[in-house]
């Protein structure tokens, strides 16, 4: 793996050289290229060597086939087969009738893959499966689902998603994976999978990091890199000025180089530097499409049964380059005293427990900032590494994903577009050029924030939250009709289907950004919005989203127009493999430069 280009200066700006850091990732494959040399083979010498090992296996199969009847027509055999036969139907059989024993609505599982079969055997998506059932529970507050073998709660009714992520929040504070934060360190340890005092303490550190102080600091960053890159892909085009490109794949690169420099004080060009590590690993570690995404759900769903089989959930090889990333920038920091505003630089100040709020910044205690410093943790390196990598985890997918749905969305309706690209446009002017863009100029654009508002209610990259019951509950349905949880019961909040319900957003396949403008109706309860999740575990990085989507568009749209092309899929189809939400033949769309003259800044 070869880290080309890694533009740094590290001396002048504590970004970091990767290559000098990391030569263990210097590509080996060549030099391993074997020198056997093979005598060339016929295909006729190999049907004949082929048919003759095929018959060999049928007679090998016949002749186990038969040891294994024998065996098992011994008083042993039945005794095993009626032990499997008796495990099958207590684990397999008898657990599928729990929602039956507790009341509770639910759709008969198939046996083992539970009602997620048909995204398993990748027939469709989980969200359509989710919002299926959604649409068919409307009579109950709560439905049942099997994550496989293990029994989730859906909660459907928005009243009850308030009184369990918010007011009795303390029965529901962790999520459901767990992890062994030594055998996965980076998302053992990383916040999202941290579970009762350990996350209480880490969110309550890491909370003045993503105030909107610290998204200011760190914005000179992100519109430096987005001018950049726009010049790269203008440089790219061809002479009539067209370019068709697949939007996951762009925003991949985007997201790619704005996460390493914002979060690892790297600065990389991903666009020019197409198979740099950052890029090619980053894309590795978010990867949730096949057996990738599984894997996901069964360590929420058995995860003792992965621990006890030593499975991680991200390779040794991964673990250890973001570590030696994050250790030599550090190293490199503290002995020549840089101080750069990104993510090393606050997670630095926080494991001296320097990281305070601003006095501008409003205190949102709800998600476990206090303001007041005190000694709540001991940081370990693996720690450290494990909150920067987050931004992987967490923002680089969801964010590329979330892009490329917008753009996809501009282009097939240009009426939208054109409204975007008239505030961008009018405001370029009156601050004097792109170059001058500054965090509350951006925040302050009405339609720039619908248009995501709207992307993000139709397109939400998470389709459900989870929780898992930390306390004895009592779930109540309309009815009057009771359910006792216990510890270690899950729950899922269909955050897609919710999202789609007409009865809160009318006409909720429709991409009309006005919903959320003055005219428009919005949700009739804001809490519907759950993109970020909803209450004290909500996303710690929506600033951070939001901030770089908005700026990128903002450069996008000042140099070009989008436009549907010969490979645009619409209306989009969900890819049935990826546990996130994936256009099933890419996000194609045509870049037309827009009118050579005074666009650009
Ligand atoms: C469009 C982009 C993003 C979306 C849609 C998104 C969505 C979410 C959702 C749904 C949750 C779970 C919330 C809940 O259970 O209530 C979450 C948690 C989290 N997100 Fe994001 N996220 C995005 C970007 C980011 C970014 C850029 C970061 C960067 C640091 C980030 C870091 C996290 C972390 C650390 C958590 C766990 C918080 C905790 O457990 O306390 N996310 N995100």
Known sequence: MIVNNALCDSAR??????????????????????????????????????????????????????????????PEGVLLVALVGLLYYYVVIRSTR?????????VPPVPLLGNGADFITRKRHITDILSEMYNRFTKHRFFGYFDFLSPIYVVRDLELVKQICIKDF????????????????????????????????????????????????????????????????????????????????????????????????IEINSFRDRTNAFYTLGKELTNLEGVQ??????????????????????????????????????????????????MINLLMEARKQELKFDENDNLDTSNGGTGQQKKLMDWTDDDLTAQCTVFFFGGYDTVSTLSAFMAHELAVNPDAQERLRDEIDSVRTSIGGADKLTYETLQSMRYMEMVANETMRKWTPAPFLDRTCTKP?????????????????????PAAAIMRDPEIF??????????????????????????????????????????????????????????????????????????????EKGFWIQFRLRDQGGHQS
Not at 18 to 47: F, G, I, W
Not at 187 to 211: C, E, H, I, K, Y
């Open 293 to 342: 995404g599984i894997k996901f759900l069964a360590f929420s769903s058995f995860p003792r049964v992965m621990r006890a089989l030593r499975l991680r959930l991200f390779s040794a090889k991964m673990t250890s380059f973001f570590r030696h990333v994050v250790m030599d920038t550090i190293a490199q920091r503290e002995q020549r005293g840089i101080v750069r505003h990104d």
């Open 98 to 106: 729990y929602f039956a024993d507790r009341g509770v609505a639910f």
């Open 473 to 493: 509950y009592v779930l109540e349905d309309y009815n009057g009709h009771k359910v006792h949880l216990k510890k270690g019961d899950g729950l899922w909040v």
């Open 506 to 583: 009318p006409e909720p396949d429709r991409f009309w950004p006005e919903r959320f403008g003055e005219d428009g109706q919005g949700p009739v309860d804001s809490a519907a919005m759950l993109t970020f999740g909803i209450g004290p575990r909500n996303c710690i990085g929506s600033r951070f989203a939001l901030m770089e989507v908005k700026a990128v568009f903002f450069f996008l749209l000042t140099h070009f127009v989008l436009e549907q092309g010969p490979r645009t899929q619409h209306p989009l189809k969900l890819k049935k493999a990826s546990l996130g939400p994936s256009a």
């Open 170 to 265: 303390d029965h529901f504070v962790n999520h459901r994976i767990q992890l062994d934060e030594n055998h996965d360190p980076l998302f053992g340890r990383a916040l999202f999978a941290m579970r009762d005092t350990r996350w209480r303490n880490m969110r309550t550190v890491l909370s003045p990091a993503f105030t909107g102080s610290k998204m200011r600091l760190m914005f000179g960053l992100i519109t430096s890199y987005c001018d950049g890159a726009v010049r790269t892909i203008r440089s790219e085009m061809a002479s009539n000025g067209r370019a068709e490109l697949e939007m996951k794949e762009l925003f991949r690169r985007f997201g790619n180089d704005i996460v390493a420099t914002c979060a690892f004080g």
């Open 13 to 74: 700006q504590g970004t970091t050289n990767m290559n000098e850091m990391c030569p263990q990732y210097e590509d080996t494959a060549t030099r391993d290229k074997s020198h056997q040399v093979l005598e060339p083979v016929t295909t006729r010498q190999y049907r004949g060597v082929h048919s003759e090992i095929e018959s060999k296996k049928a007679i090998c199969c016949v002749k186990m086939f038969g040891t294994l009847a024998a065996s098992l027509l011994t």
